[in-house]
Nanobody, 114 residues
Framework: QVQLVESGGGLVQTGGSLRLSCVAPESVFDGNVMAWYRQTPGNQRERIATITGGGVTYYPNSVKGRFTISRDNAKNSVYLQMNGLKPEDTGVYYC????????WGQGTQVTVSS
């Protein structure tokens, strides 16, 4: 069964840091472009960090300079280091491919208090 498993969320104060982890089945990870997505109440899921199989990364302006995506191909894992967290970063974070999505995991909740 294809399953993405995200972890590492929590409650932090403004300016704090968290590191999210995601383990993907090899059939999903397998050198594919991977990304982290964020969903906030009432909003669509937003892609906030992308990494190619070769390690090239992309970020929207909202997180650029604060978030860093990385991957460990040997562990079929992708990570998101989040620094300088803001209340607007609060949401549920998911990992997945880009485009042809695998079934979504449960996500991990990130809450940033002001």
């Amino acid at each position: 069964q294809v399953q993405l498993v995200e972890s590492g969320g929590g409650l932090v104060q403004t300016g704090g840091s968290l590191r999210l982890s995601c383990v993907a089945p090899e059939s999903v990870f397998d050198g594919n472009v991977m990304a982290w997505y964020r969903q906030t109440p009432g909003n669509q899921r937003e892609r906030i960090a992308t990494i190619t199989g070769g390690g090239v990364t992309y970020y929207p302006n909202s997180v650029k300079g604060r978030f860093t995506i990385s991957r460990d191909n040997a562990k079929n894992s992708v990570y998101l280091q989040m620094n300088g967290l803001k209340p607007e970063d609060t949401g549920v974070y998911y990992c997945n491919t880009v485009g042809k999505y695998a079934p979504w995991g449960q996500g991990t909740q990130v809450t940033v208090s002001s």
